[in-house]
Nanobody, 118 residues
Framework: QVQLVESGGGLVQPGGSLRLSCTASGSTFTNYVMRWYRQDSGAEREFVASIEPFTTATNYADSVKGRFTISRNNAEKAVYLQMNSLKPEDAAVYYC???????????WGQGTQVTVSS
């Protein structure tokens, strides 16, 4: 099992940047594909980005391609989401998830709020 804690959310103006962090504890970090999701109030949770543990291959939702960058530091058991050129529609609670490559079990953090407003 793995425990996840997100940080880095906040209020930013349109066009601004934020960097979210998610730190993991409790299990072998490289067993997990790490993902970011987001959920706006009244909407379903949607996939944002993912990163593989060893190849660091990444995948992005079309809505964030070219603006967001996911990365990970296996030694520090952390995953990051650099968000640039933020738009009001990017505002949501952002969640970090860890999916075990072997068991397919998925674990979630508590979320961090991102607000994009002038």
């Amino acid at each position: 099992q793995v425990q996840l804690v997100e940080s880095g959310g906040g209020l930013v103006q349109p066009g601004g940047s934020l960097r979210l962090s998610c730190t993991a504890s409790g299990s072998t970090f490289t067993n997990y594909v790490m993902r970011w999701y987001r959920q706006d109030s009244g909407a379903e949770r949607e996939f944002v980005a993912s990163i593989e543990p060893f190849t660091t291959a990444t995948n992005y939702a079309d809505s964030v391609k070219g603006r967001f960058t996911i990365s990970r530091n296996n030694a520090e058991k952390a995953v990051y989401l650099q968000m640039n050129s933020l738009k009001p529609e990017d505002a949501a609670v952002y969640y970090c998830s860890a999916r075990n490559r072997y068991t397919r079990a998925e674990y979630w953090g508590q979320g961090t709020q991102v607000t994009v407003s002038s």
